[in-house]
């Protein structure tokens, strides 16, 4: 049974500790990098892609052992060494005080495990086989990605303007209505969305305002009614 729940966290500000120094810490590292959270790496070595980010004050390094105080200010650890044993002590550590924490060796002692990520600026993907085989993950994900293409994006601009546009409208029921007729008229395949013009992303925006329009108008006069 997967226990596992799928969420997008924000890390804004958040302490993220990464343990180890090598070619898998630097991924994760390279993850973290665009996130607006405080990177630490504590490792006796490191290769040398982290030395940019170091100079550049992008990451804190301490050239040094792990020690298990290191997990009490820190809101997230990557536990990413080469040495198993030190991995599940992070984990097992980490469960005693409350912290995430990500074993790259095992995802069994993990509190949560990374998927395979695309992110566009309207869309991500995210790809997981729940730690047991990341190379398939990885594998999905670059195919879906290449599946999402500008047409992708455009779409999702356009039915982002319309999320926007009715969040803060009082009336549910004209929210359901708006989106169900949305998706009467949209593209049922990634190939029919592929396929679309510009014609087609014109038609389909002329398409949404006008029931939009209609919908909400008609839900506001019934409120007044009301």
Not at 25 to 37: E, H, M, N, P
Not at 117 to 137: A, C, D, M
């Amino acid at each position: 049974m997967n226990n596992n729940l799928s969420i997008f966290l924000d890390i804004t500000g958040k302490k993220v500790l990464v343990v180890g120094g090598g070619k898998v810490a630097w991924r994760k590292v390279s993850a973290l990098l665009d996130k607006g959270c405080e990177i630490k790496v504590v490792s006796p070595k490191l290769i040398s892609n982290f030395d940019s980010l170091i100079k550049n004050g992008k990451v804190t390094f301490y050239k040094r052992k792990f020690n298990n105080k290191d997990l009490l200010d820190n809101n997230i650890v990557f536990a990413a060494t080469d040495d198993v044993n030190l991995n599940k002590n992070i984990f097992l550590e980490g469960e005693k005080h409350n912290v995430l924490v990500n074993n790259v060796t095992s995802y069994k002692d993990s509190t949560f495990i990374m998927p395979a990520n695309h992110q566009q600026e309207f869309i991500s993907i995210s790809v997981s086989t729940h730690g047991k085989n990341p190379f398939l993950s990885k594998y999905l994900k670059n195919i879906l990605a290449k599946s999402f293409s500008e047409k992708s994006e455009k779409l999702a601009e356009i039915l982002n303007k319309y999320r926007v546009k009715s969040i803060n409208e009082p009336c549910s029921q004209c929210k359901r209505q708006f989106w169900e007729i949305a998706e009467k008229n949209l593209p049922s395949s990634l190939c029919e969305i592929e396929n679309l013009s510009d014609q087609h992303f014109k038609y389909l925006n002329e398409i949404l305002l006008k029931e939009y329009n209609k919908i909400f108008q008609r839900g506001s006069k019934h409120d007044k009614n009301h």
